[in-house]
């Protein structure tokens, strides 16, 4: 039996069958490549999800993770920890949020949100509004609450009913849909400037403006879910910065600490009086390990100008991605996504393709079957994409 196929038989013994695996394994990471454990070389072009983005295992994170973890690593939040003060106020300087919560994840964080916006609406607006309207296709977490938010059906949400009340669901861009929806009752509308798990879809800039002014005619929130489009991803600090809009709440993960399990939610001053002592809490959240870590990534994503190394790859690769969507007009649907978050949507069952890139060393996401999804490291070299793309040509060629 090969290395592969013993790791495989004992992960069936041991752990949830959760996940649908890729056929691969992986045993270390550098960098944007990936080795399995007979030694063969990827090219990561998904980085954890959009998670890794100044990519695996850099050197400086490394060093500040054995130095921190000499020093200290977990008291919980009962304690005023510099670390987390620090951290809190690197993250706080990319945006224009007040305040910020730490916790452990994007869904942790998303949870957080929700709960925040309506503890303000009930202890502040002191109105009974707890309705949370989402867009369709959002993806928002897997907790019951956010998988509840999450625009999807089929087996994400198959066999966990009940689920909790206070959600509503709108088409993306129906801005007379949205209006319908909203009533007394409405404490926010939640959406992703782009949706990642729907499959790279940004938001048209006058729907966004639609949403805003709607929010702002009712005396609602906005939250804007940046788990996976954050942290410099698109182009910018914050997908919603390409707006112009300023989101009473926000979310992040993923990449907040590279890799270490981290989220944070981040709120206006004043909607952040809807927490309290008590109202909510974590016992890991923004611990002194990885909120030390966190602090390096923001320093090491604004030295770089990673936002700006972002913005600039995107553009070469949707530059190259449509001259081949011209040279191959009924095989590539459509380019799209910001900065180095990226989709490239077929016209046809992608599944032959995909599973022909992994085998040229290649690895990235397909979404709902036809799109193939690229979250590369911020730091990945251009050379990279191109051989990407170059592979991807030759394989369009005989599909």
Request: net charge negative; charged share 25%.
């Amino acid at each position: 039996m090969s290395k592969h196929d013993t790791l495989v038989a004992k992960e069936k013994a041991a752990i949830c069958n959760t996940y649908g695996r890729y056929p691969l394994n992986v045993s270390k990471a550098s960098g944007s490549r990936l080795w399995d454990l007979d030694g063969r070389e990827y090219i990561d072009l998904l980085s954890g999800i959009s998670v890794v983005n100044i990519g695996h295992c850099p050197e400086e994170l490394v060093e500040v993770m054995i130095e921190q973890s000499r020093k200290l690593v977990q008291v919980s939040n009962l304690f005023y920890q510099e670390e987390q003060v620090e951290c809190a106020e690197k993250l706080l300087a990319t945006c224009a949020a007040g305040k910020v919560f730490f916790c452990n994840s994007g869904a942790e964080a998303n949870e957080a949100a929700i709960k925040l916006a309506r503890r303000y609406m009930r202890t502040v607006k002191e109105r009974d509004a707890y309705e949370i309207i989402t867009l369709e296709g959002s993806f928002h977490g897997r907790t019951l609450a956010t998988l509840t938010a999450t625009g999807q059906t089929g087996p994400i949400k198959d066999g966990f009913a009940p689920l909790p009340e206070g959600f509503k669901y709108v088409p993306a861009g129906d801005v007379e849909t949205l209006k319908a929806a909203v009533t007394p009752k409405t404490a926010a509308v939640m959406i992703e400037m782009v949706q990642g798990e729907g499959g790279i879809k940004p938001l048209p800039e006058e729907y966004v403006k639609a949403v805003t002014e709607i929010v702002a005619e009712n005396d609602i929130l906005l939250i804007v879910d940046e788990v996976q489009s954050g942290l410099c991803r698109t182009g910018k600090w914050w997908a919603h910065q390409h707006y112009g809009i300023v989101p009473h709440i926000f979310t992040s993960a993923k990449a907040l600490a590279n890799g270490l399990p981290m989220g944070a939610m981040l709120a206006t001053d004043e909607v952040a009086k809807g927490f309290a002592p008590g109202s909510h809490a974590t016992t890991f959240g923004g611990g002194a390990l990885v909120a030390k870590v966190s602090s390096k990534v923001i320093d090491i994503m604004n030295e770089r100008d990673l936002a700006g190394r972002a913005a600039e790859l995107g553009d070469h690769f949707k530059d190259k991605a449509l001259k081949l969507q011209e040279k191959f007009p009924g095989k590539i649907k459509s380019v799209r996504g910001m900065g180095l978050m990226l989709g490239v949507e077929l016209s046809f069952d992608g599944s032959a393709v995909f599973a022909g890139l992994r085998e040229k060393g290649f690895i990235l996401n397909l979404t709902k079957g036809t799109i193939l999804r690229l979250l590369p490291a911020l730091t990945i070299d251009r050379a990279d994409l191109d051989a990407f793309l170059s592979t991807l040509e030759e394989l369009l060629e005989n599909a």
